[in-house]
Each structure stands twice: as C-alpha cells, then as structure tokens.
C-alpha cells in the first residue's frame, strides 16, 4: 500500500483514509461522499459525471429538433417524455457531482467556457425523422450498455444515480426501434430514411466509446479505482454483437463492407473506425458543436434574470415572515 | 357512453376541436423550451405541463372523431386541416417571447382551465365530463406553477417586474376571447354539455387578481381585445406553427410512423 | 453574463414511494424555497408515480455523523449479540416465539 504514497492522484496522502478506501475496493464495496478519497479519484469521477451530465443537456437539443415536427401525436408525446428523462438524468447526474464538493453552476460554467466536454456524437446533426429513430436505437443503445456497467462503479452517488437512469432508459431503446421498425416496414422512401440514418449514425455510435484500450489515457486508473468495469474495446464489441442482428431483422446494411461473423471468436470482426473523424468532432470542429454550445449558453443568459428574480422573491417572503414573526 | 341526443354531432365535434386545438397549441408552444429551459427543475416542469396538454388534445381528439362518425382520429384533426379550421384561442398561438411571456400566457389560460374543466367534468356528456375531471387535476397543478412564477417575478426584481408587467400588457388583449360566446356555446349550454363561458369570468378574475396583488402588479386595461380563433381567424403565428406541427405528414401523406 | 450569478439553495429529497413505508432518500435538486422544492421534486423524481409524499430538507440543514469516528461510533455495536433474537436457545417445539 505504502507504495501507493507517490503515485499520482494521492497527493492528499492519509494512512487511515487510504487502508479504508483499499478496503472497500477490494470488498467491492461503495465509497461515498464523506468518505476519505485520493484527490485523483475524485477529480477523474468530477470530469467522467460532469462529461456525462454535459452530455444529457447538450444530447436534449439534436433531439428537441424534432419536438415540434413529430409526424403523429404518439410520437410528439413519447419523444417529449424521453428529452425531458434526459434533462432529468442531467439532473442527477449534476447531484452526483455536487457530492464531490463541485456545485452545479460550476459545473455548468466550465461546459460554457469550453472546459468540460460532452459526448462529441451530439455534434452531428439531425436530418430526417428518421434520425429520431437512430438516436434511440443507435445512440441510447450505445449508452446503456455503458450505463449498466456504471451501475457496477465504486462512487456511491455515481452508481444510484445508473441505477435510476437505466432503469428510466429502458424505453428510449425501444421508441427509437420502433420508429426505425416502422420506417423499415414502409414505404420506399421511408426505407431509404432509414438506410440513410443508420449509414449517419453506426460509426459515430461505435466511437461513443472511445479510444481503442491501447491509447486510451485515463483508462487503467479509471479500472484500478473500479470506476470503470469493462474496456471500452470490450464495450464496443458487446454493442456491436447486440446491434448487427437487430439491423439484419429489419432489413437494413450496416455501412461497414469488414463487418463479418467470426465463428472462432464468437464476435462480428468489423472495419477500422476512422479516429481522425473522431478528433474533428471531438475538438468542436464537427458540423453543429459551435451550434450547440451556443443554444445551451444562451439558455443559461437568457434564464439569468428569472433564476435572479426566483432568488430575490424568496430573500423577500422569508424577510417578511421573519418580521412577521418578529411583532 | 351517453351523449345528449339534443345536440347534433357536428356542433359536438367543433366544441370538443375547440378544447383539444387550445391544448394542442398551447402544449406544442411549451414543447419549443425543451432544452432551452433558464433552469433544468424548470425545463422537465414545462415539458410535464406540455405533456399535459398534449395528452388532453388527444382525449379530445379521439373523441371527436367517435363523436363526429367519419373515421377520423387524433391524427388527422392534429395534421390535416389548415389555419382556418383551427379553432383554437389566439392567446394559445401566441410566440413564447421571455419566459415572462410564457408564464403569463400560461398563467391566464390556466385560469380559465381550471374553471371551465371543474364546470365540464359535471357535462351531461359523460365521456367529456371524464376527461375534464382527468384534466381539470392536471390544469389545477399547471396554474399553481404558473402563478407562482407570476408572483415570484412579479415581487422579485426590477427587471423582472417589468418583463412580466410588460408580457401582462402585452397579452391582455386576447383575455375577452376567454369567455366570448356565439351560438355553438348557446347549443352546448342548453344541452347541459357545457357552461356559459361567460359565468366563468368572475371566478378567473378573482383568481387573476389575487396573483396579480401578490405579484405587486397591475391589471392591464385594454380597449380593442383580440378574438376570432374560435372560428378561424388567427394570428399569423398559428401558420408557421402547422408549418412545423404538420410537415411530416405533408410531405409524405398517407403513412404510417 | 457574470459567472458570480448566485446559485438556488440545493435541497436533499425524501420520497415515500406508497402508504406503510418511510420516506427515502432519493437525489438532489436545486430550489430556492421550500414550495419549489416539493414542486420541483414532484415533477424530478415522481414522473413515473414513484411516491405518494415528498419531503424536502434542505442540504445545509443536515447534520452527519463523522465517518473517521466510525470505528469508535459503530464497532461497540458488533458484540451486542444479544440484541438479536438469533442469540437466544428456545426448545424444540416450541411456537409463536
């Protein structure tokens, strides 16, 4: 353990706090918020849970696109009900955060000034309905299987706020294959929709999660905390095998010419994803980030003096009360 | 199922057309601030209040097309009739501005909500005096939300005093057309399906004022109110607003999503 | 728009999910008062009917016990044995004990 003393993200040394936080790990036990943590755990967990919850927030709008032209009622009221789980999921997301001694506004600031990242697939944008529909399909599905293993995580709050997101999630897959279901089984034109759609959306979803294990930088020391349970080359591949049958039953080619069964491996073996793509998007540079940033900046200016007004009428009633009570 | 026999179908369709196209629009307006919200708490509130409505819209919907026989359902009253057959309140359609001019818009319909479902869950129609008493629960939340906004920004700020004092004067004038009546009222009053609209007034106003002194603010007077959605004549607003609302269906008619 | 916008108070949300249980612990939100609290919380946390009542505290209210004291605070506890009905022999057929 001692051995411990001089690696990075233990700079807030504690003999006692140290033994206790080992112990739970290997016990696989929770840590929670008052608990003794390495400063390096706790940063890692405020990037990874504000990335997360950026992403919720910032993920609200390519689909909020669509509200307002939902081709049926049904559709309109179910894609509401999703982008408004999604804001609730940034909700607790941020009260995870707020745990870790980081509140919610800062937390907001830092995706505003550019700090903070959000998932760089909702830097693409939504064309057709049927983007709606690869969203929930493609994008959630993606998602979840990263969630369920995050449901598995060492930070207390991090893990129960998975746990009520999965299992708030389990809807937005489905209404998302049902869209592209009903697309598949219609008309040409709707067909083509689709096709297209899954053409737009199958390789952004792949590099959801993230770099190969062999370049990826935080993820040996997010696996030795037990924040992450599984690579993401692992997670990629699960998705995959999940995902190409689900295709095929519906018709539809997933635009990969390498993508194969491989008997021996009991996996699809598919293409190289083009990570050069990944760093543009990454990076802001993708069609729609300068976009989305400004839609979310300018929510949070716009709501500035409503968010003051709510703050001052309280300041006021309590004073009166307080007076009030006072004679 | 007992509806009163002594009222033809038609003038049944356009009244319940008229309820379901006001909650239609006005949840399809708060559904434009998702994700814009000033606070998250405040988004998923709008979005459960929009849902609401949107949900209303569709009871009503349903029902009509039993009620008027031809085979239509929520969808096709939702996307295939044009401006003039909307029937919706013009403060419905109104642009959602600030989010004082989204409160106050909401705040005044909620108002009338609450009064005129409290009066139709009692209709001699039972299917709608169902759906008024499903509903009336929903709009009796949506106005304590909205006029406690009305009051916190009202008695907050200066600068929120005068957004929601000025989104008050601006919105006025669409009051009247509240509780204006012709003769489709006349027909559903007598057949004991609804009330006179014009009953409801002093029971909004009481409410409206209450919030309105809480709120430090001033009732706005006007001397050329607004009206005509009821019958079809809109604002220009209502056809940007089936520009959105119906493209899909306009652009690939005829199929199934 | 300056950073320094103050931030709303942040409340701890207590929700008992039907008649016969107690209230649980179930996330955070922010509110500037208690009314909104319990309104905000209404629509954060009960969307899918997941409670019957609601209570509100607000954060800075409450008071935790330390966990570097836990040793001394909790391990006393462990060898009460005889608080638990397991420690106690009761005879062979004996019943309703």
Not at chain 1, 166 to 191: D, M
Not at chain 2, 58 to 66: E, F, I, P, S
Not at chain 2, 120 to 143: G, M, N
Not at chain 2, 144 to 162: A, N, P, Q
């Given at each position: 353990?001692?051995?411990?003393?001089?690696?990075?993200?233990?700079?807030?040394?504690?003999?006692?706090?140290?033994?206790?936080?080992?112990?739970?790990?290997?016990?696989?036990?929770?840590?929670?918020?008052?608990?003794?943590?390495?400063?390096?755990?706790?940063?890692?967990?405020?990037?990874?849970?504000?990335?997360?919850?950026?992403?919720?927030?910032?993920?609200?709008?390519?689909?909020?696109?669509?509200?307002?032209?939902?081709?049926?009622?049904?559709?309109?009221?179910?894609?509401?009900?999703?982008?408004?789980?999604?804001?609730?999921?940034?909700?607790?997301?941020?009260?995870?955060?707020?745990?870790?001694?980081?509140?919610?506004?800062?937390?907001?600031?830092?995706?505003?000034?550019?700090?903070?990242?959000?998932?760089?697939?909702?830097?693409?944008?939504?064309?057709?309905?049927?983007?709606?529909?690869?969203?929930?399909?493609?994008?959630?599905?993606?998602?979840?299987?990263?969630?369920?293993?995050?449901?598995?995580?060492?930070?207390?709050?991090?893990?129960?706020?998975?746990?009520?997101?999965?299992?708030?999630?389990?809807?937005?897959?489905?209404?998302?294959?049902?869209?592209?279901?009903?697309?598949?089984?219609?008309?040409?034109?709707?067909?083509?929709?689709?096709?297209?759609?899954?053409?737009?959306?199958?390789?952004?979803?792949?590099?959801?999660?993230?770099?190969?294990?062999?370049?990826?930088?935080?993820?040996?020391?997010?696996?030795?905390?037990?924040?992450?349970?599984?690579?993401?080359?692992?997670?990629?591949?699960?998705?995959?095998?999940?995902?190409?049958?689900?295709?095929?039953?519906?018709?539809?080619?997933?635009?990969?010419?390498?993508?194969?069964?491989?008997?021996?491996?009991?996996?699809?073996?598919?293409?190289?994803?083009?990570?050069?793509?990944?760093?543009?998007?990454?990076?802001?540079?993708?069609?729609?980030?300068?976009?989305?940033?400004?839609?979310?900046?300018?929510?949070?200016?716009?709501?500035?003096?409503?968010?003051?007004?709510?703050?001052?009428?309280?300041?006021?009633?309590?004073?009166?009360?307080?007076?009030?009570?006072?004679? | 199922?007992?509806?009163?026999?002594?009222?033809?179908?038609?003038?049944?369709?356009?009244?319940?057309?008229?309820?379901?196209?006001?909650?239609?629009?006005?949840?399809?307006?708060?559904?434009?601030?998702?994700?814009?919200?000033?606070?998250?708490?405040?988004?998923?509130?709008?979005?459960?209040?929009?849902?609401?409505?949107?949900?209303?819209?569709?009871?009503?919907?349903?029902?009509?097309?039993?009620?008027?026989?031809?085979?239509?359902?929520?969808?096709?009253?939702?996307?295939?009739?044009?401006?003039?057959?909307?029937?919706?309140?013009?403060?419905?359609?109104?642009?959602?501005?600030?989010?004082?001019?989204?409160?106050?818009?909401?705040?005044?319909?909620?108002?009338?909500?609450?009064?005129?479902?409290?009066?139709?869950?009692?209709?001699?129609?039972?299917?709608?005096?169902?759906?008024?008493?499903?509903?009336?629960?929903?709009?009796?939340?949506?106005?304590?939300?909205?006029?406690?906004?009305?009051?916190?920004?009202?008695?907050?700020?200066?600068?929120?005093?005068?957004?929601?004092?000025?989104?008050?004067?601006?919105?006025?004038?669409?009051?009247?057309?509240?509780?204006?009546?012709?003769?489709?009222?006349?027909?559903?009053?007598?057949?004991?399906?609804?009330?006179?609209?014009?009953?409801?007034?002093?029971?909004?106003?009481?409410?409206?004022?209450?919030?309105?002194?809480?709120?430090?603010?001033?009732?706005?007077?006007?001397?050329?109110?607004?009206?005509?959605?009821?019958?079809?004549?809109?604002?220009?607003?209502?056809?940007?607003?089936?520009?959105?609302?119906?493209?899909?269906?306009?652009?690939?008619?005829?199929?199934?999503? | 728009?300056?950073?320094?916008?103050?931030?709303?108070?942040?409340?701890?949300?207590?929700?008992?999910?039907?008649?016969?249980?107690?209230?649980?612990?179930?996330?955070?939100?922010?509110?500037?008062?208690?009314?909104?609290?319990?309104?905000?919380?209404?629509?954060?946390?009960?969307?899918?009917?997941?409670?019957?009542?609601?209570?509100?505290?607000?954060?800075?209210?409450?008071?935790?016990?330390?966990?570097?004291?836990?040793?001394?605070?909790?391990?006393?506890a462990d060898d009460k044995i005889y608080r638990h009905p397991t420690f106690y022999d009761v005879p062979d057929g004996v019943e309703n004990m």
């Amino acid at each position: 353990m001692s051995d411990l003393r001089d690696k990075k993200g233990y700079e807030n040394w504690d003999e006692a706090g140290v033994a206790r936080f080992e112990a739970l790990l290997a016990a696989e036990e929770k840590v929670e918020p008052r608990d003794w943590m390495p400063d390096g755990y706790r940063k890692l967990l405020v990037r990874q849970i504000s990335q997360h919850a950026h992403s919720e927030v910032v993920g609200m709008l390519p689909e909020g696109n669509w509200l307002t032209r939902a081709p049926t009622l049904k559709r309109k009221a179910v894609l509401l009900a999703k982008i408004q789980d999604e804001a609730g999921h940034a909700l607790y997301l941020y009260s995870a955060c707020e745990t870790l001694g980081t509140t919610r506004d800062e937390t907001i600031e830092a995706l505003h000034d550019g700090r903070a990242k959000y998932s760089s697939i909702f830097n693409y944008p939504t064309l057709t309905w049927a983007d709606i529909g690869a969203i929930g399909w493609l994008v959630d599905g993606a998602a979840i299987v990263n969630q369920v293993m995050l449901c598995r995580c060492s930070y207390g709050p991090y893990a129960r706020a998975m746990e009520r997101i999965c299992k708030e999630e389990s809807f937005h897959q489905r209404q998302g294959y049902e869209i592209v279901t009903k697309l598949a089984q219609g008309t040409p034109e709707q067909k083509k929709m689709a096709q297209e759609a899954l053409n737009r959306w199958w390789w952004p979803s792949l590099m959801m999660f993230g770099p190969h294990d062999s370049e990826s930088t935080h993820g040996n020391q997010s696996t030795e905390w037990k924040i992450k349970r599984r690579s993401n080359d692992d997670l990629r591949q699960h998705f995959v095998d999940m995902t190409v049958p689900q295709a095929e039953i519906l018709g539809l080619t997933v635009p990969d010419p390498d993508l194969k069964w491989n008997e021996e491996r009991g996996h699809y073996d598919f293409g190289p994803i083009d990570w050069d793509e990944f760093k543009r998007v990454l990076k802001g540079g993708g069609p729609v980030g300068r976009e989305r940033l400004n839609a979310r900046r300018k929510a949070w200016e716009d709501g500035a003096w409503v968010r003051e007004a709510a703050l001052a009428h309280a300041e006021k009633r309590r004073a009166r009360r307080q007076a009030a009570a006072a004679e | 199922m007992t509806t009163a026999t002594d009222i033809d179908r038609k003038s049944l369709t356009e009244y319940l057309l008229r309820l379901g196209d006001t909650s239609l629009i006005l949840g399809h307006r708060l559904s434009e601030w998702c994700g814009h919200g000033p606070v998250l708490e405040e988004d998923i509130a709008m979005s459960n209040i929009a849902l609401d409505l949107i949900g209303q819209a569709r009871l009503l919907y349903t029902y009509a097309g039993t009620v008027e026989g031809e085979g239509r359902d929520e969808d096709d009253f939702a996307f295939k009739r044009d401006v003039t057959d909307w029937k919706n309140l013009l403060l419905a359609e109104q642009p959602n501005g600030d989010f004082a001019a989204t409160m106050v818009r909401q705040f005044l319909i909620d108002c009338f909500n609450v009064e005129l479902y409290t009066s139709l869950s009692k209709s001699t129609d039972t299917e709608l005096a169902a759906i008024a008493a499903k509903s009336l629960k929903e709009v009796t939340y949506h106005r304590r939300h909205s006029g406690e906004w009305i009051i916190r920004m009202g008695d907050g700020t200066d600068e929120s005093h005068r957004r929601v004092q000025r989104a008050l004067d601006d919105h006025w004038i669409f009051v009247d057309e509240l509780f204006e009546t012709d003769a489709l009222d006349a027909a559903i009053v007598a057949a004991g399906i609804g009330p006179d609209l014009k009953s409801l007034r002093p029971a909004w106003d009481s409410m409206v004022d209450r919030v309105l002194a809480e709120a430090t603010l001033t009732r706005p007077q006007t001397d050329f109110p607004r009206s005509g959605g009821r019958t079809g004549s809109h604002s220009e607003y209502l056809g940007f607003i089936l520009s959105d609302l119906q493209f899909m269906q306009r652009a690939y008619p005829g199929m199934e999503w | 728009m300056p950073a320094s916008s103050r931030e709303w108070p942040l409340w701890e949300i207590f929700v008992r999910s039907r008649q016969g249980l107690s209230h649980k612990h179930v996330g955070s939100l922010r509110a500037v008062d208690a009314e909104m609290a319990i309104q905000n919380a209404r629509d954060v946390y009960t969307r899918r009917r997941e409670g019957e009542s609601i209570w509100v505290v607000e954060a800075s209210h409450i008071h935790a016990s330390q966990p570097e004291s836990r040793g001394p605070f909790f391990d006393p506890a462990d060898d009460k044995i005889y608080r638990h009905p397991t420690f106690y022999d009761v005879p062979d057929g004996v019943e309703n004990m």
